[in-house]
């Protein structure tokens, strides 16, 4: 396989101009610009962690900045190099958090708040790049920008606060594409309540919503920046309206994990999305292949060095055994008789039966209630069809009635005599 596609890349060199001057480009960078980009990257991975830390501090979770620090460059070396990435990457952090003493619930409150704000930053970027694209800066489209961006902060802070109406909007949409499709609608309203769920775990402050939101923001804000420096790098000038575009269409191939990273999809996105904003192939393809070396390559590299150092003795932690072995003297120690000891071990097994009955019990209760929430979907659904029926039906018959009065009139009249 590595030698079709050296031969490939070797015919590719050898057939095609704009690669040559690509490599050449890359190989006279200045060295200011590529220092530049290697600054925003880590900016950009800093103020990842930023979001992280300023979310489990607002849950009550003292939570050190450089532990966030390190996850988040442990977590995207899995996300980004290794096959199912993503969900390794993000079991490491939640892990990791529950570590910093985060419960369940707020660990994965953090996911899914975080998650959320990137996607809504990275909406508000591609919107920008749109209206700035082809335009001078213009005050007002600024103060409009500005204050599109406090009224997005205000739907998502209303979003996090009422979840249970979104779930009233979102449910009949979920129910109705299933049956659709003639699927069962079960996996995706169950995964739909537990999101809304974890939004409620936490009552974000506005300050705070705001000062998360700023982190993720200023993520890919460093980040596109990190593209920028590279394309200044190697002579190119790109806009930043058409970097922000190109930037965030990389953003949604990469969001389909072909392959680790989106090596090779996001590239050519990358390239093709800045050539039509103006580049050559050449500063496009130079410009790419700095960006994604510091920004992907060098980001990988140090985040396996954090796994090897920090985290891959993790799950050797003693600290557990030792809470175990605490706990096991307090309760069977040699102060206790056999009989104590043995009514000790049968407390413990009632107690951990007791809580596996419990949580068979929640689950049941909880498909019960899915259940019956979509059963309630479908019901309102037919009823509403049925009334639309209904007053169609009777639309029809009134019209067949008023046809029908001025037909025996027409008749009654042709028959009397004159």
């Known amino acids: 396989m590595l030698a079709v596609l050296g031969l490939i890349a070797y015919f590719l060199y050898t057939q095609t101009d704009f690669i040559k001057e690509a490599l050449l480009a890359v190989k006279d960078a200045h060295p200011g610009w590529v220092i530049a980009c290697i600054v925003a990257s880590f900016a950009s991975m800093l103020s990842f ?116 109406k979104i779930e009233d909007k979102v449910l009949p949409v979920l129910v109705w594409w299933a049956d659709k499709r003639h699927k069962d609608p079960t996996p995706s309203v169950r995964r739909l309540r537990t999101t809304m769920r974890q939004m409620k ?28 420096f590279a394309a200044y790098a190697v002579g190119a000038r790109p806009s930043i309206a058409g970097m922000s575009i190109a930037y965030v269409t990389g953003k949604i191939v990469g969001s389909a994990p072909v392959t680790p990273g989106g090596l090779g999809t996001v590239d050519g996105a990358l390239v093709w999305a800045l050539t039509i904003s103006g580049l050559t192939a050449a500063s496009s393809l130079a410009t790419v292949l700095i960006y994604r070396l510091i920004s992907f390559l060098l980001m990988i ?52 039966f007791d809580r596996q009955r419990a949580e068979r019990e929640r689950e049941a209760q909880e498909a019960a209630e899915i259940q019956q929430a979509i059963d309630n979907v479908r019901n309102g659904a037919a009823a509403k069809k049925a009334q639309k029926n209904q007053r169609n039906n009777g639309s029809g018959a009134s019209e067949e009635g008023a046809s029908g009065e001025g037909t025996t009139g027409e008749d009654a009249t042709a028959a009397s005599p004159e």
């Open 301 to 352: 590299l140090i985040g396996w060095i954090l796994v090897v150092v920090l985290f891959q003795g993790a799950t050797h932690d003693t600290s557990f055994v030792a809470e175990y072995e605490e706990e096991t003297e307090k309760t069977t120690g040699p102060s206790m008789s056999a009989f104590e000891q043995a009514a000790a071990r049968h407390r413990r097994t009632q107690e951990k």
């Open 49 to 164: 962690a930023g979001v992280q830390w300023t979310l489990l501090r607002a849950a009550g979770v003292n939570s050190p900045f450089k532990r966030n620090v390190s996850i988040v460059f442990a977590s995207n070396a899995l996300s980004g190099s290794v096959p199912g990435g993503p969900v390794l990457g993000t079991a490491l952090t939640y892990r990791e958090t529950k570590r910093l003493g985060a419960t369940t619930i707020i660990a994965a409150w953090q996911l899914v708040v975080s998650g959320v704000l990137a996607t809504v930053g990275l909406a508000l970027l591609g919107l920008g790049g749109f209206v700035f694209l082809g335009t001078t800066t213009n005050p007002v489209v600024l103060v409009a920008s500005l204050v599109g961006l406090f009224g997005l902060l205000l739907v998502v802070h209303w979003a996090m606060k009422n979840p249970e």
């Open 201 to 228: 775990a936490v009552e974000l402050q506005p300050s705070e919503l705001a000062k998360a939101f700023g982190w993720s923001l200023f993520n890919w804000i460093t980040d596109i920046a990190c593209m920028g």
